[in-house]
């Protein structure tokens, strides 16, 4: 080798080691240049980078964005380095987008994303139209054109796999969410803010800790005002007596919290008496949708999706109730799920479990299954008078005007509950128990103590006699025992008494059971209520054979059998019906003698009202007092 060859040799040997790799110092460079990562040699490197070693990329990927390099422009000229076009490079650049938002799942496995849109957080499930929107919105930002639908699918199935694998788990609500010993109510407006309940007091929050999804129709909640009265609200309401009000106004309560078990409210009356209008005001109140009424749906699938698309329920114009639909209606007050295999799969499931309040309305009494009116209030509204009738326009633009005042007074009421229930006792727990608590606690803020639990009484009586007479193996049984005290035999012979007992338009309706089996079930169902209304029902096995044997007594608190018109009990056994109308409209079928007085004492009167229990009433005041039902006169203490 001569001397010029060996310099040349050298000097080609000198130059190769400063040849460095052009990401050596590259997030050290960033701070005092901010387009270190774009220049061509970066970018060709990164390129390689990608598509050789994605472990390493994504490492600094990571470490860029922490410097402040702007990391979505950063994927995008990658993609441009790579010859952009579309497929692989699109779903590249489509999953560099998803790295701003905050990935989580729920519960079910299904993936959310917690996006930064003009300042505030949104949640919205990856597979939504929304999130799609917004994927492809980011996208058009960053390369000035449109995602293919295949590299769209690609991304979105890899960022739901990050989501469901590699990110935390947290709970989804609709609308009232709970979490650590306080309530939030989502306003739905578009801040995505949210009221915030304590036990001191509520506020209106940016950032609520819990997550919120919107469904379709959701519409916004106004802005709660300090200073309202829930009595305020009762001009928008067509209820006849102080306890339907009070009745109401407990649900609504009930109705904001972030779970049940929640009531079935029903209501009934014929035409004309505001039955639509009440349950398009309740469901605007709580839970405003586009489509505040809906009629109820065919199948248990779509009445448990609309379940998760709402926190309310409102079905309107009720005609009847199949036996499926009232079975997933008591599914829905206290809990439960249903599940359908999934489409285009042998063996994954789709399940759906809500727990949701429920209003239904109709003109008949359409609750007629004891277990559904066990968890039910069923409240009859009286037809509106021509002389008191508004239209539409003006009742709207006054409760329009109220409803910001009515909401807060709503949140102060749950604040009180939220602050007395753990110290709040019933002497005896109803069915519903958690509701009734509930109830109580909050009560205090807007009436008496005690008063929702005589008003809660006093419905489900009357529920009692409207289930049964609307049952027609419950009324054969109660008119069967109202000239006996008691009856015993098998499940045929029962059969057969009560088929004789019926006329034969009953007995050969598609309703009234056709076997001594279904005839068991029936009466096993309604005992509850036969109980209630004095009557016991007892099985048991007798003899060698062990026979099945169903015995019906009257139970002991019956005081005297039916008449055309009874006497009345010892006076001293009745409560005074007061002449300021509370102990009257508590009752609602017994008119205040216009002489009587709170505690005064007097001889008792009895006063029938048709299709109504017959009450007696005194003037003595003392705690129990007797009702006529089911054809004889019952203490009740």
């Not at 590249?92 to 957080?121: C, M, S």
């Not at 590299?151 to 990050?162: I, P």
């Not at 010993?181 to 036990?199: G, H, K, P, S, T």
């Not at 035999?489 to 057969?496: E, I, M, N, Y």
């Amino acid at each position: 080798m001569t001397a010029i060859e060996g310099r040349l040799v050298a000097e080609a040997i000198d130059a190769a080691a400063e040849v460095t790799d052009p990401l050596d110092g590259l997030v050290e460079r960033l701070a005092h240049d901010p387009g270190a990562a774009f220049t061509p040699e970066v970018l060709a490197r990164l390129n390689e980078l990608k598509r050789e070693d994605r472990p390493t990329f994504e490492g600094l990927r990571a470490r860029l964005k922490q410097a402040g390099c702007r990391v979505t422009q950063l994927d995008g000229a990658i993609a441009d380095e790579r010859g952009g076009g579309r497929g692989s490079s699109q779903a590249d650049t489509l999953i560099g987008l998803v790295a701003e938002a905050g990935l989580f799942h729920a519960a079910d496995g299904k993936g959310y994303a917690d996006l930064n849109i003009n300042g505030h957080r949104e949640t919205w499930p990856i597979r939504s139209k929304g999130f799609k929107h917004w994927l492809a919105r980011r996208f058009f930002e960053i390369t000035g054109g449109a995602p293919s639908s295949e590299a769209l699918q690609s991304a979105l199935n890899l960022v739901e796999a990050r989501a469901h694998f590699d990110a935390p788990q947290m709970e989804v609500h609709v609308r009232v969410a709970g979490h650590d010993n306080r309530l939030y109510l989502d306003l739905a407006d578009d801040a995505w803010r949210a009221v915030e309940i304590d036990q001191e007091g509520w506020r209106v929050v940016d950032e609520p800790p819990v997550r919120f999804r919107r469904a379709s129709g959701m519409q916004p909640l106004p802005l709660p005002t300090a200073g309202g009265s829930l009595e305020m609200l009762r001009p928008f309401f067509n209820v006849s007596s102080d306890d339907d009000f009070v009745i109401v106004v407990s649900w609504a309560l009930a109705a904001l919290r972030d779970h049940g078990p929640y009531p079935v409210l029903v209501l009934s009356g014929e035409q004309g008496s505001a039955k639509s209008t009440f349950s398009t005001i309740l469901r605007t109140l709580l839970d405003p949708s586009s489509a505040p009424l809906r009629a109820l749906p065919r199948e248990d699938r779509d009445l448990f999706i609309t379940a998760s698309n709402g926190h309310m329920l409102t079905f309107d114009n009720v005609s009847g109730l199949p036996s499926w639909i009232s079975d997933t209606l008591c599914r829905l007050a206290t809990g439960g799920g249903f599940s359908v295999r999934q489409l285009y799969s042998d063996q994954d499931e789709v399940l759906f479990e809500a727990q949701r309040p429920i209003v239904l309305n109709g003109i008949e009494d359409i609750v007629t299954r004891p277990d559904l009116a066990d968890r039910a209030i069923l409240l009859t509204l009286e037809p509106i008078r021509e002389e008191c009738r508004r239209t539409e326009k003006d009742l709207w633009a006054a409760f329009e005007k109220a409803r910001p005042l009515i909401l807060g007074a709503l949140l102060d009421a749950v604040s009180t509950g939220l602050r007395r229930l753990p110290e709040t006792r019933l002497e005896k727990l109803p069915r519903m128990a958690d509701f009734a608590l509930w109830a109580t606690a909050c009560e205090s803020v807007m009436w008496d103590d005690g008063t929702f639990c005589r008003a809660y009484d006093d419905n489900r009586e009357e529920a009692v006699d409207s289930v049964i007479e609307a049952d027609q193996v419950s009324s054969a049984v109660r008119s069967m025992m109202g000239t006996r005290t008691e009856w015993t035999g098998t499940a045929s012979d029962l059969l057969g008494a009560l088929s004789s007992a019926v006329s034969e338009r009953v007995a050969k309706a598609k309703t009234w059971p056709e076997t001594p089996r279904a005839l068991s079930g029936r009466l096993r169902r309604a005992a509850p209520f036969l109980r209630k209304a004095g009557i016991g029902i007892e099985y048991s096995k007798e003899g060698r054979a062990r026979t099945r044997v169903i015995r019906i007594f009257r139970e002991p608190d019956i005081i005297g059998e039916s008449s055309s018109r009874p006497s009345a009990p010892p006076a001293e056994a009745f409560r005074v019906a007061s002449s300021n109308g509370s102990e009257g409209a508590r009752l609602r079928t017994v008119s205040a003698p216009a002489d009587a007085s709170e505690g005064s004492r007097g001889t008792p009167t009895v006063r029938e009202k048709p299709g109504n229990p017959s009450i007696a009433d005194d003037a003595d005041g003392a705690d129990a007092n007797f009702r006529y039902q089911s054809g004889a006169w019952k203490a009740r203490v």
